[in-house]
C-alpha cells in the first residue's frame, strides 16, 4: 500500500461546478497538508496548506483534513476552466523549511469545460 | 524577483551517459530540495541541501548525487543514465530559518533514449 493515495481521474466538470478531490493516507506520522496546482509543463504551485483537521477556506478553495479517518480533500466552488490542471495532495511530518521531504499523490488531472 | 529558475528546460541523454541539473533558489532562500516526477506521477523526493550539505536523502540510488555552492544555488548529478531516469527533474527552495512553504521551478524534462 502506497503511503498517500489519490485518483488520477481524469476529472471532467462543467464550468461553475464544485469539483471535490481526495486523498487518504496511512503513516499517521503526517502532520501537515498540502495541495498543489500543476499546469502542463510546469512546476506545482502551492494552493493551500493545513495542519490540524477541519476546514480551512481561501476564496473559492475548502481544504479539509480528517486526521481520525487519514483523509484530506480540495473544494473548488464555481469552477473555471482556468482551474483546469493536475492537483496533487502532499504530505509531511515535518513544518516550515525542513518540510523538503514532501510525500505526494500521484495528482488528479481536473478539467473543467466552458 | 525571479522564482526559483532550472537549466536547461529540456534535455535528451543516452543510456549508460551522465546528466547534471542546476538550480538557482528564489532570492532570500538558502535551503533547496530536488525530486522526480515520471509520467502521471508525483513528485518524489530525491534529497535536500542546506549550508552545502545534504540533509536529507530519499530511496534513490548513489547514481543521484547533488552539491549546493555558496551563492545557494545547486546542481542534480545522475551518473550511469537509465531509461527509467526519464522523466520532469523539480528543483524547490525555501529559507531554512522561518516556515515559509516550498517555491518549485518549472522542471528539466529529460529524456534518456
Known amino acids: 500500500q502506497k503511503e498517500v493515495e489519490q485518483d488520477p481521474g481524469p476529472l471532467s466538470v462543467p464550468e461553475g461546478a464544485i469539483v471535490s478531490l481526495n486523498c487518504t493516507y496511512s503513516n499517521s506520522a503526517f502532520q501537515y497538508f498540502m495541495w498543489y496546482r500543476q499546469y502542463s509543463r510546469k512546476g506545482p504551485e502551492l494552493l493551500m496548506y493545513?495542519?490540524?483537521?477541519g476546514n480551512k477556506e481561501d476564496g473559492r478553495f475548502t481544504a479539509q483534513v480528517d486526521k481520525s479517518s487519514k483523509y484530506i480533500s480540495l473544494f473548488i466552488r464555481d469552477s473555471q476552466p482556468s482551474d483546469s490542471a493536475t492537483y496533487l495532495c502532499?504530505?509531511?511530518?515535518?513544518?516550515?523549511?525542513?518540510?523538503?521531504?514532501?510525500?505526494f499523490g500521484k495528482g488528479t488531472k481536473l478539467s473543467v469545460k466552458p | 524577483d525571479a522564482g526559483v529558475t532550472q537549466s536547461p528546460t529540456h534535455l535528451i541523454k543516452t543510456r549508460g551517459q551522465q546528466v547534471t541539473l542546476r538550480c538557482s533558489p528564489k532570492s532570500g532562500h538558502d535551503t533547496v530540495s530536488w525530486y522526480q516526477q515520471a509520467l502521471g506521477q508525483g513528485p518524489q523526493f530525491i534529497f535536500q541541501?542546506?549550508?552545502?550539505?545534504?540533509?536529507q536523502r530519499g530511496n534513490f540510488p548513489d547514481r543521484f548525487s547533488g552539491h549546493q555552492f555558496p551563492n545557494y544555488s545547486s546542481e542534480l548529478n545522475v551518473n550511469a543514465l537509465l531509461l527509467g531516469d526519464s522523466a520532469l527533474y523539480l528543483c524547490?527552495?525555501?529559507?531554512?530559518?522561518?516556515?515559509?512553504?516550498?517555491?518549485f521551478g518549472s522542471g528539466t524534462q529529460l529524456s534518456v533514449l
Open positions: 493545513t495542519y490540524s483537521s
Open positions: 502532499a504530505m509531511s511530518p515535518n513544518y516550515g523549511g525542513s518540510q523538503g521531504n514532501l510525500i
Open positions: 524547490a527552495s525555501s529559507p531554512a530559518a522561518t516556515n515559509e512553504k516550498l517555491f
Open positions: 541541501y542546506y549550508e552545502e550539505e545534504e540533509r
